[in-house]
């Protein structure tokens, strides 16, 4: 089902959150203290939305990463459905490796990030500055998978050009549209069902 995001409103402060990376490493928000600010993704393996963008993304990631701006990303997705597998944490190091993430990619297994969060689809980009609150959340950019725009990031970099000259957040913010994260049968948020109904 795709979706859209939720748009949190700005100015939220980042939920705390602890997750457990591919490297076995923890990562909490607090390691972001001393950052510019943070980038946190709600990306998946399978996702062609997320497909469509992954070379801009780590493009970007790795400019980021250069400035002092943290960079996260999580997968919420419920990789115990068989359908979903693609998911799994040994195919996150098997992404991660071929396509040369450098940023942390940690698993939300029991999906309590994605829900404080409020995150909606993959990917979805929640920007924070250096207080850790909320400046930019929704679209990499208007490009989709079939749309024939080109990929190139164009809305979080104005908003991350933006965070670096101390400029108010970019006005209008549009969301990003993915594939739904896929919660567990039963646990769904009550702001997915809203939509879903």
């Known amino acids: 089902m795709d979706v859209e995001s939720t748009m949190l409103p700005l100015g939220t402060k980042i939920p705390d959150f602890s997750l457990i990376g591919i490297d076995k490493k923890e990562y909490t928000n607090n390691d972001y203290l001393n950052k510019k600010g943070i980038l946190v993704m709600f990306i998946c393996n399978h996702c062609p939305?997320?497909?469509?963008?992954?070379?801009?993304?780590?493009?970007?990631?790795?400019?980021?990463?250069?400035?002092?701006?943290?960079?996260?990303?999580?997968?919420?997705?419920?990789?115990?459905?068989?359908?979903?597998?693609?998911?799994?944490?040994?195919?996150?190091k098997e992404y991660a490796g071929n396509l040369n993430y450098k940023f942390p990619y940690v698993v939300d297994s029991?999906?309590?990030?994605?829900?404080?969060?409020?995150?909606?689809?993959?990917?979805?980009?929640?920007?924070?500055?250096?207080?850790?609150?909320?400046?930019?959340?929704?679209?990499?950019?208007?490009?989709?998978?079939?749309?024939?725009?080109?990929?190139?990031?164009?809305?979080?970099?104005?908003?991350?050009?933006?965070?670096l000259e101390n400029d108010n957040p970019p006005n209008p913010q549009l969301p990003s549209m993915g594939c739904n994260i896929k919660w567990k049968i039963g646990e769904e948020p009550e702001y997915f069902l809203n939509i879903k109904s």
């Open 110 to 163: 029991d999906q309590s990030v994605a829900k404080n969060f409020t995150a909606q689809c993959t990917p979805d980009f929640f920007l924070f500055d250096a207080n850790q609150e909320l400046f930019y959340r929704g679209q990499l950019d208007s490009s989709r998978p079939g749309n024939d725009m080109p990929v190139t990031g164009e809305s979080l970099r104005i908003a991350i050009n933006a965070l």
């Open 49 to 92: 939305f997320v497909k469509h963008v992954n070379k801009e993304v780590v493009k970007l990631t790795n400019e980021l990463m250069e400035k002092n701006i943290g960079v996260i990303g999580i997968n919420s997705n419920d990789s115990t459905q068989e359908k979903y597998a693609e998911d799994s944490v040994e195919k996150m």
